[in-house]
């Protein structure tokens, strides 16, 4: 599997200030396989948070940057990575965020010390997967949540993905709120349904994309004995229906049909019936054929771990970069078996994972080229 | 904290750090620069704004920003009566003019339709260009708007809108940049770069 991994970057150091509970620490990494352990609330997840940073959005948590800074500070914080690349160079790449009434309020990234506009410039150093515990429900909780899961597979291979997914937002916005008004000007909803048209298959043609990818690869290296079921996957919308027999440009037009006559309709729902943004992912474990929410718990976490591995295996191949793994509790709802197998997976594939666990003895297996760190409120050790 | 200054020179920082692009250290570090030169430049900046604000006014036609109505480029007799470049912002306006890119007349619309923001066509200078175009003269209109989603709405709408008049309506390209390499180019960029593809 390490064949088709073609660049392997490395994190030597990660340094935080004034983030969630750390004032100001410095890590430093020796090895691919890294554990983090420590009681609740000690701040394990923070460090892979902090990590999740380095690629656009709002990280693992998904929440407000201005909320990520630690208590006591000024209401910024700064995180940094010192990279080995795999040309032998190093690379310092820098983010963090300055509050509201600073000199350059907002969010900040620096690629060696050179400001550059946005998180998107650090995706042709650094991807990143992650699979957190607020992904557990995934299978059997809301379409949204889903499609969230999918849009954040596609911005890993695609860093634009994202920009076009919250133009479609803003657009699907402002068509509700025209809505909403008694005679909404005609002219100005064509407008706005023309922009929703363009914007909405793109962002069903990438969806699209990655997943036929994704599911290609699965299905090239299924093993119905690996503790890690392969997944079925399909895209559920009449968009990426459509796509799948006509050219983009003839599916933006009968999209624009569709929503110029479905007006009534919206405006008695009060909001936007049919979209891309109303798509969900469909799942199916695939050894045992069933849908993926009526498998066990244990069994939708290791189908879970499989997409997100033949995910890093993809963006391996796709983007040229294998990406780093944020594996958040992962040992969690894993037997002895399929945890050991995780780790010798991880091993096999060489790109640089950082785990974290409440209980030490749950990767007290992992091989050698491992190495464990003891989280307290504000500090980590290296054990 | 006690001030470090008086009332003065605080109001004067507190002005400046309502200017785009300073925040409050910077405001800080032009206010002392400015009293420091007072002479030889706080003098002379207070008059020239003293002057800004006495005698720049906008546009009646284009809604350019000048010191005369009918503007400067209104007024220019070498530029082209048969085209007009719409903006959303006089900033836009003075890009274009930057890069030397156009000889055509400007319509500044003052901004951009957005529900959200509850900007409506009522509310941009959407009526006085279509007074401008039902003169006749025009041939073509270029909407030079952001490739944001209401920079494009602005521009479908506009185009609708003159939907019935004998002009060409075009709209800035979006696709491959100047420099860049299909094979580094997103499917959202080529999707645009293909649908406005050109004959060569």
Redesign the interface.
């Known amino acids: 599997m390490t064949e088709s991994l073609q660049r392997l970057p490395f994190v030597r150091r990660l340094m935080l200030q004034d983030f969630r509970s750390y004032a100001q620490t410095s890590l430093d990494f020796e090895h691919r396989l890294i554990a983090f352990t420590g009681e609740n609330g000690a701040g394990k997840t923070n460090l892979l948070e902090a990590l999740s940073l380095f690629t656009p959005g709002r990280g693992l948590r998904r929440i407000e940057l201005g909320d990520m800074a630690r208590h006591g500070s000024s209401g910024g914080f700064s995180l940094s990575l010192s990279l080995d690349e795999p040309d032998g160079d190093s690379r310092r790449l820098g983010t963090g965020y300055e509050p509201a009434g600073s000199e350059t309020p907002g969010r900040r990234c620096r690629i060696d010390g050179v400001s550059v506009p946005s998180a998107s410039a650090f995706a042709d150093h650094l991807r990143l997967v992650w699979l957190t515990p607020a992904f557990d429900g995934l299978f059997a909780g809301p379409a949204g949540d889903r499609r969230r899961f999918l849009d954040r597979l596609v911005l890993a291979v695609n860093p634009d993905h994202g920009g076009r997914v919250s133009a479609l937002e803003r657009a699907l916005r402002s068509r509700n709120k025209l809505l909403e008004q008694d005679r909404p000007d005609d002219t100005w909803l064509d407008a706005i349904e023309r922009e929703i048209a363009e914007t909405g298959v793109a962002v069903a043609a990438a969806r699209r994309e990655t997943l036929g990818r994704l599911a290609g690869l699965i299905l090239e290296s299924r093993d119905d004995t690996s503790p890690f079921p392969w997944a079925q996957l399909a895209l559920d919308g009449p968009i990426e229906a459509e796509l799948a027999t006509s050219p983009a440009l003839d599916v933006e037009d009968s999209y624009r049909d569709w929503l110029r006559d479905s007006r009534w309709r919206d405006k008695a729902a009060g909001r936007t019936l049919i979209g891309p943004h109303a798509s969900d992912l469909v799942v199916h474990h695939g050894p045992k054929g069933i849908e993926a929410h009526q498998a066990s718990t244990g069994e939708q976490k290791a189908l879970l771990i499989g997409l997100v591995l033949a995910h890093a295996q993809l963006l391996s191949t796709m983007a040229g970069i294998a990406p780093l793994i944020l594996l958040d509790e992962v040992a969690a709802h894993l037997d002895p078996r399929r945890r050991q197998a995780l780790f010798e997976r991880l091993d096999q594939m060489g790109v640089q994972v950082f785990m974290t666990g409440a209980d030490p003895s749950a990767f007290a297996k992992m091989p050698a080229s491992a190495e464990c760190w003891t989280v307290t409120p504000g500090t980590a050790e290296r054990l | 904290m006690a001030a470090v200054t008086g009332p003065e020179i605080e109001r004067l920082i507190q002005l400046l750090a309502r200017v785009p692009g300073l ?4 405001a800080r570090r032009a206010a002392l620069h400015l009293v420091k030169k007072r002479e030889a430049l706080l003098k002379p900046l207070a008059d020239a704004m003293q002057i800004a604000h006495e005698r720049i006014i906008t546009c009646t036609t284009c809604g350019n920003i000048d010191t005369q109505n009918p503007c400067t480029l209104c007024g220019d007799p070498r530029r082209d009566d048969s085209l007009i470049v719409v903006v959303a912002d006089v900033a836009d306006l003075w890009a274009l003019e930057r890069a030397q890119v156009t000889t055509g007349r400007y319509h500044v619309l003052g901004g951009v ?4 923001d509850g900007v ?2 009522k509310d941009l200078a959407i009526e006085s260009l279509i007074q401008r175009i039902a003169t006749g003269t025009i041939r073509e209109v270029i909407l030079a708007l952001n490739a ?3 920079g ?6 506009i ?3 003159l939907s019935t008049y004998t002009l060409t309506v075009t709209r800035l390209a979006h696709g491959v940049p100047v420099g860049g390499e299909l094979d580094y180019l ?4 080529l ?1 645009a770069a293909i ?1 406005q593809r050109t004959a060569v």
Do not use: C, F, K, M
């Open positions: 925040g409050p250290r910077s339709l957005s529900a959200l409506g066509p944001t989603v209401d494009q709405t602005t521009a479908h709408y185009t609708e809108l997103d499917e959202g960029t999707h649908r």
